[in-house]
């Protein structure tokens, strides 16, 4: 069987996968492994034989196609993350770099460890390769000829011992303190919408207007000066209905429909009037409503209020379903491909509106080669950049540094004239399981090996333990401080560390805790520079120790 495996590199691909999937939907009480299951048993399968281990290209290229299509998805909330608190986060997480980097040194002196050895527990307890491969870059460039295999070998097997633990110890982390703290990732992401990486409990309302001092007042000045974040659909003034616009005023006894959050709804509620018996939303006498796909290139990534539904069709949209959440609409709210709107309109309107926003399911299975194509390019291309380094070496973003920068652009412009840089949603999240799940496992199995015949070797143990204090001991610092001291919603927390790590495995298990993406949106943040700062921090290692 093992040769079997060996002789059959895809084999051995679907073998892990299929493993390893079910394998992390098993639950302990509430603690489940995830998708990073298939690392572990890709490390379990790697260990029983030297060549039972994918090539390369297979990780490298599911990493390229795991960030990009992170960072398409995610460049709206990064950019909006920095009218936040960006660059706060970011120094926050170059400091805990630090704090990782004298953890490494104080190994160093503790167990005397070699200087080989300490640069690659410190690149494989922060599970980034790109460090590593700078390390070997920067030996091969600065180390006679003669002892570069030598050389080399040292960071390698300290990286596959601290591997590991350096994924397995920082999903610990996060489990023990969701649960420690008892985290409501639902709430966050409620107040955390502006991001728009989180959906909302939407209700339906109707109401009757009891006061009768809102002449003059419209209703876009009422949401503004009540800072109401809702939507006002219908109205019914006598037997005259219609669909409320942002001029028109209220007078008492007008029945209007509120769409959003319970919460502001019933805050508009107690502002303007009583719950009415009568519900207008069911009324489709005058008004119809349907959900229609958003297939037609043209309206995807331009505002809503650029497509001035109501001047064309007399329509309005009452909500955005993106995936499984529903999103309230706003005037410079984009669309994307894959989205579903619900719109209300005249029943005699709606053919007109279904085909300008296209209603095509079968199109949204379909990806365009040629713009995934050139930004993945552009990424790749602009990660082969070579930055200069202080004493003559250099450094590069890599493979997953420069696909995502590029893919973060893309996805804030989300389109460049006729060209549309976003992808469909389904089609994001189908790219982004298949890129994580071969980097996964060629990860794996490439390392399982490497970890095993290591770690009972001279030292071994010693990197091991020193791994996974530096790993637990960060992830642990970086929660406390980043949730208790400096208030970071704990959605983009576990985002924020998993981009601390530039760990796919983690992201996904923060992923699948949050059930949205605000993880995402906290990885991608800080992630170009954490790469950065662990290549410089790696070979500073090597050079100084």
Known sequence: MIQLLIDNPLLLLFVVAALGYPLGRIKIGSFSLGVAAVLFVGLAIGALDPNLKLPSFVYLFGLAIFIYTIGLASGPGFFASFRRQGLRDNIFILLMILFATALAVGAYVLFNLKP???????????????????????????????????????????????????VIGVIFSIYLFQRLWKVDYRQEAKELRDLGASGEHLSNLTIRVTRDDLTGTTIDTLRQEQNWHIIFGRYKRGEEMGLVHGDMTLAAGDLVSLIGDEDDIARALAYLGEESHEHLEFDRSQLDFRRIFVSNLAVVGKPLAELKLSQRFGALITRVRRGDIDLLPSGDMKLELGDRVRVVAQRQRMPKVNEFFGDSYRSLSEIDIMTFGLGMALGLLIGEIPFPLPGGGVFKLGLAGGPLLVALVLG??????????????????????????????????????????????????????????????????????????????????????????????????????????????????????????????????????
């Open 116 to 166: 080989g050895l300490t640069a690659g527990m410190f690149t494989g307890s922060l599970t980034n390769t790109p460090a590593l491969a700078g390390l070997l870059d920067y030996i091969k460039d600065n180390v006679p000829a003669n002892l570069v295999e030598i050389m080399q070998a040292e960071p390698v097997v300290a990286y596959s011992i601290a591997y590991p633990v350096g």
């Open 412 to 545: 804030a412009l989300g389109r460049t004239g006729p060209i549309v840089w976003q992808l469909p949603y389904s089609a994001n999240l189908t790219l982004r399981q298949i890129g994580l799940i071969l980097f996964l496992a060629g990860v794996g199995t490439r390392s399982g090996y490497a970890f095993a015949s290591t770690f009972s070797q001279g030292g071994g143990i010693y990197i091991f333990l020193a791994g996974a204090v530096m790993t637990i001991a960060t992830a642990m610092l970086t929660l406390f401080i980043g949730y208790k001291l400096l208030r970071i919603p704990m959605s983009l927390l576990i985002g924020m560390l998993a981009g601390l790590q530039t760990q796919p495995a983690v992201l996904g298990y923060a992923n699948e805790q949050t059930g949205n993406d605000l993880a995402n949106i906290g990885y991608a943040t800080v992630y170009p520079l954490a790469t950065i700062s662990k290549i410089l921090l790696a070979q500073l290692l090597l050079t100084l120790l």
